[in-house]
């Protein structure tokens, strides 16, 4: 493993902009929340209401080993895996299909796709499981994020302690085409060439990886499926060893995000494959189909016309966006739809693109005129992944949430500055800092993207809290009300309170 490469994906885990101009008990530390199975369920059942999977190949799956290890760390902090776990990786090899568009692809969602043309493939993935005993029954898949020029698993490094405590398994996909043949990088950072950004898993370690080979992004929205099915129903070497999935829910960040936007307006119909997405910080168009041959240009999934989420799914759909994603250079704003009975979308005031959580020490590098956001992003992805899993399985839908307020295109900030609207946490509704989407002066697209925590000065800190006592009081009411209104985990809580920083109050 090699910290460097995965520094270059953490810390560049975001899409190209350089060209685009109540919920108690849910995601406890059991695994039992409403609509779960709980510790050792396994065996696969059908669950009431769900689509059954589309028929189609299978892939072979085959253990990787040798060379350097698995090309996949975190700069953020991650939880190590606990006794019992597995952690490995395979190689996924069959022929998959590429998609072209029945029509022009309308702003509603509702694409209207055939099959295009097949190439063979042989991609990888990267599997993390529990023991049997520990199992779910819930499978995370994961579309690596490619933009800083090789694979990044985003969503694992915020995911983590709820995959973990709760019991999912989790699967990362390289389904893109950069990712594993390299190509050119979307978002440079100060240390991607360190990493070897774009040149790909099968020249950065040969010897383990150079037998893949990847058609081109064309086929990358089958390959995901086919992983799904492989999931479902394994060959003779299984990913998930003895471990027999009820769920399998699909998530991405950033880029991944905008090609899961596709992939859930036209693919998802077609095949049925998965029983819930999680769509983190997508932009406001959907990723174009891709052609043979080369990765897709990202910055047409953001450039394009705005496209919504179909509202025909059978399958739920929960979006989380940040203060950077909904105005500025993203710019979901304009495809912004409303809550139906399948799809949720939640605002996180005080949020960044990437944030502090996301990159760890590699911040530093940055050379950010401010420090990066500090905010709460990850504390929300990790409820919404416990929603997710027992909305999948037919249980209560996640709570609907305040979206961000805005007038003339611009954000409503207060006297602080710290947004309007959005879910609300204690970080920005008992703050010592400024937490925004908003970054300073100058920098790089990476510090466009990551934001700024902003101190606030002493003297506001003493107009707001007469003493550490009352901050910590108001701290403590306010994440309670988070977690009663179904944002934070209960699981949650301590890791919540333990941000508080009652040195910085006088008295």
């Keep these: 493993m ?5 520094a270059v994906a953490a810390a560049a885990s975001v899409v190209a902009v350089t060209a685009a101009g109540c919920t108690s ?9 409403p609509g779960g199975n709980g510790p050792g369920g396994n065996g696969t059942h059908l669950i009431a209401g769900r689509v059954t999977p589309a028929a189609g190949p299978v892939p072979v799956a085959a253990p990787l080993t040798g060379g350097t290890g698995i090309d996949l760390v975190s700069a953020g902090s991650v939880p190590a895996l606990p006794t019992g776990w597995v952690e490995a990786e395979y190689s996924v090899a069959g022929t998959a299909t590429s998609y072209r568009a029945m029509g022009p692809l309308p702003g509603d969602g509702r694409f209207h796709l055939a099959p295009s043309g097949t190439a063979s493939y042989k991609t990888r993935i990267v599997v993390r499981r529990p023991p049997a005993s520990k199992f779910n029954g819930t499978v995370v898949v994961e579309w690596l994020n490619v933009s800083g020029g090789l694979d990044a698993a985003p969503d694992y490094t915020y995911l983590a302690p709820e995959l973990i405590r709760a019991g999912y398994a989790w699967v990362g996909v390289s389904a893109q085409y950069i990712g594993v043949e390299g190509g050119p990088v979307a978002v440079q950072t100060p240390v991607s060439n360190l990493g070897g950004a774009g040149k790909g898993l099968v020249h950065v370690d040969p010897a383990r990886y150079g ?3 990847h058609p081109g992004d064309a086929f990358s929205y089958d390959i995901f499926t086919q992983v799904g099915r492989l999931l479902r129903n394994p060959g003779a070497v299984d990913p998930l060893g003895t471990l027999h999935p009820h769920v399998l829910l699909a998530a991405g960040e950033s880029q991944s995000a905008i090609m899961l936007t596709t992939y ?8 049925h494959m998965y029983d819930g997405f999680l769509i983190h910080s997508r932009s406001g168009s959907a990723a174009p189909l891709g052609s043979p041959g080369t990765g897709i240009d ?15 799914l059978h399958a739920p759909v929960i979006m989380v966006e940040t203060e950077s ?14 809550d139906t009975t399948r799809i949720r979308t939640w605002e996180v005031a005080g949020t960044a693109h990437v944030d502090l959580a996301q990159l760890g020490a590699v911040a530093k590098l940055f050379g950010c005129s401010t420090p990066v956001n500090a905010g709460p992003d990850a504390f929300i992805v990790r409820s919404a992944l416990a929603h997710l899993d027992t909305w999948a399985r037919g249980g209560a839908a996640p709570p609907h949430a305040p979206r961000f307020e805005i ?22 509704d008992v703050p010592v800092d400024v937490l925004s989407g908003q970054p300073g002066p100058g920098g790089s697209v990476a510090c466009l993207l990551a934001g700024s925590t902003t101190p606030l000065p002493a003297s506001r800190l003493a107009q707001l809290y007469p003493s550490r006592s009352a901050y910590l009081a108001a701290y403590a009411k306010s994440t309670d009300a988070a977690i009663a209104a179904g944002f934070v985990l209960p699981a949650d809580r301590a890791a919540m309170l333990a941000l508080a920083q009652p040195d910085r109050i006088a008295g």
Excluded: C, F
């Design 2 to 6: 090699r910290w460097t490469r995965w």
């Design 264 to 271: 859930v307006d036209g693919v998802q119909p077609l095949e």
């Design 25 to 33: 008990g849910v995601g406890t530390a059991s695994g039992t929340g």
């Design 211 to 213: 037998s893949l080979h």
């Design 407 to 428: 007038a003339g295109g611009k954000y409503v900030r207060n006297a602080d500055g710290i947004i309007e609207g959005g879910i609300r946490t204690p970080l920005v």
């Design 325 to 338: 994603d909904v105005v500025g250079l993203l710019n979901y704003l304009p495809a912004s739809q409303p």
């Design 298 to 312: 990202i910055t047409q999934g953001i450039g394009g016309p705005p496209t919504r989420i179909r509202t025909d």
